[in-house]
């Protein structure tokens, strides 16, 4: 039984995208000024450690914990999304997820480099810097490679210190990590062609 076999298709579809949506949301936070929301980004990177949980929800703690990320995506359903950078960048992770699951060595190098800091995640906690800095050097070293690169943009001042640039790339992780459950629950970019109205009522059901 796959992950995916053990969730409802098209409902928890929306969860992982808001968790994508909801991790990329910090990535431009951190870029922009150094910081992120402690609480969002300790879901995103306990997110990539919990491999085999028996419901979407599971994966990011709770329904409740993606209420941000189910907004931004509110937000785009209707037409208000408040950062226009926000969109181009998903579409990116997930582009960028097309090519990382065709690439099986990579896929192993970075399941072993995940399962690695497993036990630092349990006793330091996921956003530790010892973590953080492990998740961004394994993300430099296998995700970053492939083309075209995920370029994110922000403030020259925090993308030149070290510790932010860990912590972004740690948490780009853990979008592409949303972007491999999506694919698995079924999700691909023909939804916002052909189901957008469908995934906005999901929404709007997971909100209320």
């Known amino acids: 039984m796959t992950e995916a076999d053990r969730f409802n298709p098209f409902s928890d579809r929306m969860l992982a995208l808001a968790g994508l949506m909801q991790a990329l949301a910090q990535v431009r936070r951190i870029a922009d000024t150094g910081q992120a929301h402690a609480d969002v980004v300790t879901t995103a990177l306990d997110s990539v450690f919990l491999i085999d949980a028996g419901t979407t929800a599971e994966v990011y703690g709770g329904t409740h914990a993606l209420r941000t990320g189910l907004m931004l995506l509110r937000d785009y359903f209707s037409g208000a999304m408040p950062d226009e950078q ?7 992770v997930i ?4 090519r990382f699951v065709r690439d099986d060595d990579m896929v192993a190098r970075v399941v072993d480099g995940i399962r690695a800091q497993s ?5 330091l906690g996921s ?3 010892d973590v953080l800095n492990a998740l961004g050097a394994l993300y430099a070293d296998t995700l970053s490679h492939l083309r075209p690169r995920v370029l994110v943009q922000g403030n020259p001042h925090y993308l030149g210190q070290a510790p932010v ?3 972004v790339r740690a948490v780009l992780l853990s979008a592409v990590r949303s972007a491999v459950l999506w694919r698995q629950l079924g999700g691909s ?3 916002f062609l052909l189901r ?3 995934m906005g ?3 709007e059901e997971l909100l209320a």
Not at 119 to 123: E, H, T, V, W
């Open 95 to 98: 582009q960028l997820e097309r």
């Open 189 to 191: 970019l023909w939804d």
């Open 196 to 198: 957008k109205k469908a």
């Open 127 to 129: 956003s530790h810097p």
């Open 165 to 167: 640039v860990a912590e």
């Open 119 to 123: 036990d630092a995640a349990q006793r």
């Open 86 to 92: 926000l969109p181009r960048l998903a579409l990116a």
């Open 201 to 203: 009522e999901a929404v």
